[in-house]
């Protein structure tokens, strides 16, 4: 096959995989590190005002939970998704969208409901790719 067939075929590949604009949609997933907002250590997944507490309160506002044994690693609610990262980071994912407004329409509606339980616990999310002041294997 001589070399101008083959890119065409590549090319060709390619565009069969095309969506239409009237199809194009965004989504997003953002992770977050619970802390404690005096000391901004991580909150642990375990025990009193931990993450796994977290999640389960979120189980009263309606979120399906999935577990690993008696452990909560994920919740999910009107096209939501809630899960825990290593070191206990919070992501959330929201199906994609046809605008970048109704995404945070739906982000902003969540942390609506969400960040009270964080303020009664004097936690806090931050929104960083690694955490600011402790080393992963410090995290439980």
Known sequence: MDYKRQIQRVVDYIKSGEKSRKDFTIGVEMEHFVVDKDDLHTISYYGKDGVGETLEELTK????PYKEGEYILGLEKDKITVSTEPGSQFEIAIESKCCVKKLEKEYINFFKMFLPILDKKNQ?????????????????
Do not use: A, C, R, S
């Open 61 to 64: 506002d309606g979120f399906i």
């Open 124 to 140: 806090m999310l931050v929104p960083l790719g690694y955490h600011p002041n402790m080393k992963i294997d410090e995290i439980k």
